[in-house]
């Protein structure tokens, strides 16, 4: 009981620390199956090597966050040994629900996608029946399983992983004891070997997404200055047009609705969903001009830098659905605010 209650606090530990680290978790992402199959034996009483019992299992789970997760596994066991003859196919089947931990993620962080190795202890409680076992009746009884996976992901995506598991199981209120104890000598050790496939999330990938969190202070100013800006080109359109973006052939057809805004995280030139909804209402072939600015924190060179990527990033959207980019240009700093913006001048 004390190892259940140590686990436990350990998993609330790690949900607290990476709850807002991911993005939101729909009822059905994160989830897996795999299969598992490999041998165990009695951990006393027994020779390991001449004893083995051999079994195969399978598991359904599904990750809450990075690093906590629950998993209902069921595994059946087909030799005799070292008890007497069941005459039976199966000799046992023992299923429980299993806690994951991963270790890897909780301690090191977790990196937008599993790294290539990874270390999950698993620790769970389950019902064992025995067919046959003792003068020919069948047995039920309480077990727990305490183990630890290591786990390599693979594929394109990380959507697969194998892992091999030693692991330990114990009888907690059978063989002929009384009460219900964790007792060495009504275990077995067990080691195991799997694959798991991960099923694709509503995130477009089959794993954890990273979220990206923005300041609302900072939101609220990006909305602020959109609106400013708005508000001039409504009074005086052409002027503010020269300021932002270089004269374009006829500019005297230049108007409020010919523009679009697209905004940016602090040091960011990614586009975010919002960004890509805004530049996907430019119709294909339509000619556009692009201006990047940053805002005034950081030096002017890096602020050069920053504001051409973000005019850059643009343009190869907006190449990518038929709209023709005359011009991408980065501007650096435009005033005393805040304007982490790329402006689109649709002709």
């Known amino acids: 009981m004390k190892k259940l209650i140590l686990l436990f606090t350990a998993t609330l530990m790690a949900v607290s620390v990476n709850a807002q680290t991911v993005t939101e978790s729909k009822t059905f992402d994160n989830f897996y199956i795999g299969i598992n199959g490999g041998v165990a034996t009695n951990t006393k009483g027994s020779a390991w090597m001449k004893n083995l019992n051999p079994n195969a299992g399978l598991r359904i789970g599904r990750w809450f966050t990075p690093v906590f997760g629950l998993a209902v596994e069921s595994n059946a066991y087909f030799s005799n040994k070292p008890g007497v003859s069941s005459g039976t196919f199966v000799r046992a089947l023992n299923t429980g629900l299993l806690g994951t931990v991963n270790l890897s993620n909780w301690f090191g962080g977790y990196t937008g996608e599993p790294r290539t190795f990874e270390v999950i202890p698993v620790y769970g409680f389950g019902w064992c029946h025995t067919f046959n076992a003792y003068n020919a009746k069948n047995l039920n009884m309480l077990t727990s399983k305490a183990g630890i996976d290591f786990a390599f992901n693979f594929g394109s995506a990380k959507q697969w992983q194998i892992y091999v598991e030693p692991s330990v199981i114990w009888d907690l209120n059978g063989g002929g004891y009384n009460g219900v104890s964790y ?19 509503s995130n477009g990938t089959h794993n954890f997404k990273i979220a990206q969190l923005r300041d609302q202070s900072e939101i ?10 708005r508000d001039q080109l409504a009074q005086k359109p052409k002027e503010v047009i020269r300021e932002v973006v270089k004269e374009a ?11 679009v805004f697209v905004t940016f995280a602090q040091g960011k030139s990614v586009l975010n969903k919002e960004a890509k909804k805004a530049l996907d209402s430019v119709i294909s072939g339509k000619h556009v001009q692009i201006v990047g600015t940053a805002s005034p924190e950081g030096g002017a060179e890096v ?39 790329a402006v689109v001048y649709v002709k």
Do not use: C, H
């Not at 609220?220 to 800006?229: K, R, T």
């Open 303 to 341: 602020n050069q830098k920053l504001s051409q990527a973000r005019a850059n990033v643009v343009a190869e959207y907006l190449k990518t659905k038929g709209v023709n980019v005359d011009e991408a240009t980065g501007k650096g700093v435009q005033g005393a605010t805040s304007n982490r913006l």
């Open 249 to 259: 052939p006829a500019p005297e057809e230049v108007r409020v609705e010919n523009l």
């Open 220 to 229: 609220d100013a990006l909305n602020s200055q959109v609106n400013d800006l």
């Open 183 to 201: 007792n060495v000598n009504r275990s077995m050790v067990q080691l195991n070997a799997g694959i798991v496939y991960k099923f694709g999330n």
